[in-house]
């Protein structure tokens, strides 16, 4: 259902990359989808695998241990696909096996987490995290700036704590607000859950009775970070979420909602992963740029969703 | 006789750690940090709207660690519950049964719940497995159900249904509705397990289950019932957390059962079975919510929390330890 | 009122139970006798509906009962007090006593009702000081084994089964038993009574039937007039009651030095000693501190006082058990046997060390031993791996003293050695006690049974209260002269 | 007589139960998976690199399973085994450690790991907590060190160390070398078990505690020294997971414990200790990895997965169940 509107129908792109070509078969691997947008991602990964008549599209038990992944790899490795896409859980800890891929021949699409060996993989095709705290850091220091607010009460929810992706929002997010002079007053981990979220939330919402801005790192546990908001019925502050889910969108669309805006973290990519992994394995290029082959590294851009131009980004919200 | 005055001697003991003392250890390790509380955060700590949202955080897994020490006296053991909770979250949020309405929704719940825990009890009496394994295996297919009914996405409570959210936000005398519902669930099991034969026979049935049923007891039945009941409160649970959260999800109630189990034994109730009580796992329960509160409300980092936790728990055991002056395991 | 023909029983690999008749008449006290694993218990269990048995018939006033379970067995009439002490730790003796048949309305347990219930059966009983609220684990076995028998007495049964119920009791309190027997047989109540005390059967007994090998070899005979040999000889194919071996000749230098010991509550300024090569009884009533001196000389239980042990203080249980202790303790179940393991993992488990070198396990000299002590003390079935909780309980017990047998110890403590072994094998366990201290061990027993005390003692200590009231040598002493000691100034 | 020669037949059946027909139920829930396996996958599974897989995968948390084991008969149960081994594997790869080169970082995860297991039977034996608790707290106090330690980084290893790693690429035989480490670790606490004093007193500490105090069995010491041993199997358990991943991270293990003491239960050792094989856990643990395995190679989704997975496990109990013909709890 997702990928309807998550993942658009390949535009008949330049250079007739779309036409059927030499039959591959194309490797998946991800974190369990315990969450809307690894969900997303394996969705859209799957529907754009469909799309395409040469791609036999081989997914392998999605898990979070890493010890598991390992092996779900070389299953893949031992099974020759054409080419494979990761997105480890964790890119240092996957970096031996994807790197045994390479070894064998098998090209890695690095999805997203990265890989800290070049030579582990081919392409690596992957969100800007560090981006995507800026984007928010400039978004809320610029309008607490206009507001004229001396010392704002800054208040953050991050991720799941441990992951290196946390880690580089929450700078991107402290870089960019020290452009205005401002700091984070607190900030708490969540787990990337609905529910989390909420216990998050309404602890942070009694540590601070006075609250200017709040940025959530993730659409997902955004809900429950609303919902205990609103049970506070706290409504002097404005939001900023992560990722852009549909919900995010709507609640910003509407305009009645302290979320007021979102950056983006989309997992699109995914779709765009198994495109590149097509074309590695065929051996072609990107039909807009003048390479005979992929790019080694493409970075999304985290874009800012706020009431203007939330019509424009709806299409791509993906359901958490 | 001779007996007689040191069996009294006993007796007085015994009634006394029962009624004030039994719980002193916790009721201390719950002030301290309360102090804490009180000298680190002044102004925040010990306001209303503090104390609700403690409340408020410990209700969810509150009714389910009733439930929980009922299987844990019963000698047994569920590790299913939160998974539970979230099959039934899930179930009464399908936009189908969202269709017919908040009533239904929590009606479903409920049923959902109980029907998982019978199926629990089901395996653990009549089928004769492990209760671990009984329930880790329903626990990782209720997860597996649940994720398949939400299509993995977290299911939003529609704008006819706000009956459910409602128990969250709606106030009477400043506490959420939520609150008295968790209360009540308290309420009803201390009175279930102390005051009818029910209660008595879960005490029976975990202490010394072949005694009790050359007594006449079915044991089998009565386990099974346990696990019913554990699931019933899974299904209250799941419409709280509806509330709460305004939304069912295959992700909630992740890893419920090691906070409940841990709370329950905390309360001083034997994973063996036969004994305990559930004032002590409430207390035991609302120690780990002051716990977290306290972290967030001081600003501790993930890290440190996870430390100080860890230390917190073994004082706090330590505590009660000293107080019950129990024999090494 | 009660009618057995052939029933049967079979155990993977046991035939517990192979063809056995019964006729029990209302009002009669029916004792049941037979050698450790005949299948008395095997029996009761089958009246009671623990077990269904694989053949035979069961009549019960006049229609053909057939109990599934035991609630089938007790809507029937028939209440059981079992062998082993099955009580529920966690609950007051109240509610163990009404555990299953609660005082309740609508599924609320009336707690007064409850309280007013037990204490009236309790006190039927001879027992009003055990209080209904006391948390049944923390009673002694003696007053365990009352809370049992008011639990079936608090049914109103036309049958009660009582499997050893004397085993834990002592002398006063079997006399209390017998009260309430006669009390209830006056009412035309029915008693099947099991016990290895002869004396008792010939005391209480109306009719006897004996059980060989899981056959009835005997029913119906009339308890005071058929002669005690050949109850035993039916029972064990000879004819002996209690044999005595003759005392030893020399005792040697003291093995065990016991100087002012005190416990609170539970004994003070206990001084005595023991000698190589002889056996020291310790005579009293039930909690009179007897096994509490047994468990602090042992190490097992802080007490202020000296314990040497030839000479050297004593610290601890490990270290006395290094130095060369044992002790047999009272409750089998609780204190004394790996109930999974096998008979063999059950007897070494005292002394292992001897069967290993460098922590290596030398697996043959440890069946070996297992086996030749199986053989020694006929435990039965004779299969050193059979795992110890399918033995019987009189099988159960000599397993336990087994475990000190194995190697040179300097001292056995042996708390009610007897408790459920048959006549027979008493005679032997006897015979093997007085061999050990024969060979310089020094032995302190503590046994309820005054008989036992005497005859197998050199020496006598007498508890009162905690304190000792007499001490010297068993020759000169009787059973009325013991007992008027240790009863004087009590309140009975 | 009679009981004689019934005896000896009992004991024989006894005999040969404990032998070969002990493990028939898991042992025919093995083949079972096999069978899917082959049925499924024909050309992927039946291959050497596939069951050579396998076994790699089962290696970490097997060598943990073999410690669960002891404690588990010994009465007990630890939780912390996944942090446990998190710890020392982010100790054993700080820039510190890892420059004094392999064999130290072996060493340092060994000692990290058997200390944190020590501490752990400290506060259970002399401490006199509840086995769950200590080890709850030893879980959350572990993870929060290990993170701050590695600043919540994962931390690699370093080119001059590949050693470490070699462990995982190098192949004797086809087979890597940790393979080989965990079968010795299996091989020698099969032996600890079932051939030496410290095994036999484990099934008593852990059958009857008091028993074996009146004995003469060091009770405290014997249970510290089991969670020693439980220490010691996560400290190679988190060398094993360096090699595999070659790192050292707070999240590695996650989750472990539930799965290690899933295998020993399945294995058939009760959770109440005194009973139970090392034989049991390992094919538990087998059969938990083949599932995994058959799933990664037939490509299920996670939630289908789950709930087969529930499935299963009944269903491999209940195989055993019916063999081992055990009473209702
Ligand atoms: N659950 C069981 N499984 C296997 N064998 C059993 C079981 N219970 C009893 N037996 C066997 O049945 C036989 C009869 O045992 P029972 O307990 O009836 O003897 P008993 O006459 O009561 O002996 P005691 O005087 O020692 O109590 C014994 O050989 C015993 O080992
Ligand atoms: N843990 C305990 N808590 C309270 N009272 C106890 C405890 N243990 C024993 N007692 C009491 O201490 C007294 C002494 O009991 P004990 O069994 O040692 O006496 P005894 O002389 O050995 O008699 P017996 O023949 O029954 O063994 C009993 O009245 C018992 O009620
Ligand atoms: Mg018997
Ligand atoms: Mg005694």
Redesign the interface.
Known sequence: AAPSSAAPAPAPAAGGNDEPGQKVVIGFSAPAADHGWIAAIAKNAEATAKQYADVEFKPVEPTNDINAQISAVESLIAAKVAALVILPNDGQQLNQVALQAAGAGIPVVNLDRVFPDKLAYRTWIGGDNYGMGVAAGHHVGKKLKDKGIANPVIVEIQGIATLPLTQDRSKGFADALKTYGFSVTAKQDAKFTVETGNQVAASLLQAHKKIDALWNHDDDQGVGVLAAIKEAGRTEFFMVGGAGSLNAMKEIQSGSSVLEATVTYSPTMASSAIKLARLIAQGKGMGDLVENQVPQSITLASETITKENVEKYLPLGFES | MKVDTRGAAVRQTWLGRAGATRHLGLVAALVLLAIVGLVTRPGNFATASNLVSILSLAATIGVITVGMTFVIIGGGIDLSVGAIMAMASVWATTLATQSYGPFVMAVCAILVGTGAGLVNGLLVSYGRLVPFIATLAMLVAARGLAQRMSDRKTQLIQGGNKAVVELSTTRVLGIPLLVYIFALVVVLGWILLNRTTFGRRTYAVGGNPEAARLAGINVRRHTMALYALSGLCCGIAAILIMARTTTGSSTHGDLYELDAIAAVIIGGTLLTGGRGTLVGSILGLLIFTLITNLFILNGLNTSDQLIAKGLIIVVAVLLQRRNLKERAP | MLVIRGVVKQF????AL?GVDLDVRAGEVHCLLGQN?AGKSTLIKVL?G?HQPDAGTVEFNGAKVRPG???DA?RLGIA?I?QEL??????SVA?NIL????K?HA???N?AATHRAAAGVLARLG?P???P???AG???P??KQVVSMA?ALSHDARLIIMDEPSAALAHDEVANLFRIIRELTAQGVAVVYISHRLEEIREIGDRVTVLK??RTVAVGLPASETPTSQIVSLMTGRTVEYVFPPRGSGRGPAVLRVEDLSAP?AFSGVSFSVHAGEIVGLAG????GRSEILEAV?G?RPASGRVLLGGRPVKG??D???QGMG?A?EERK????????SVT?NIT??T??G??RF???R?GREREAAARLVDALGI????P???VKTLSGGNQQKAVLA?WLLDDRKLLLLDEPTRGVDVGARAELYAVVRRLADQGIGVLLVSSEVPEVLGLADRVLVLR?GRVIHEGPADGLDEARVLDMIMEG???
């Open positions: 993977p690999g046991v035939r192979d694993g009671a623990v379970s035991p609630i007790i059981t079992y099955d009580l529920v730790d966690g609950l509610d555990l299953g048949h609660e309740s599924g609320f347990v707690r027992h000081e055990i209080h609220s006391t948390e923390r009673l002694s003696a007053a639990r090998d899981g509550g009533l039930v909690g009179s042992y097992a249980t490990m006395a058990v290094r002790l303790p609780a204190q004394a046997l790996l109930l999974d393991q993992a488990l005292g292992l060390p069967f290993a922590g290596w396990l697996r039965r079935p004779a299969d791996e059979r795992p475990r209260e009590s309140a009975v």
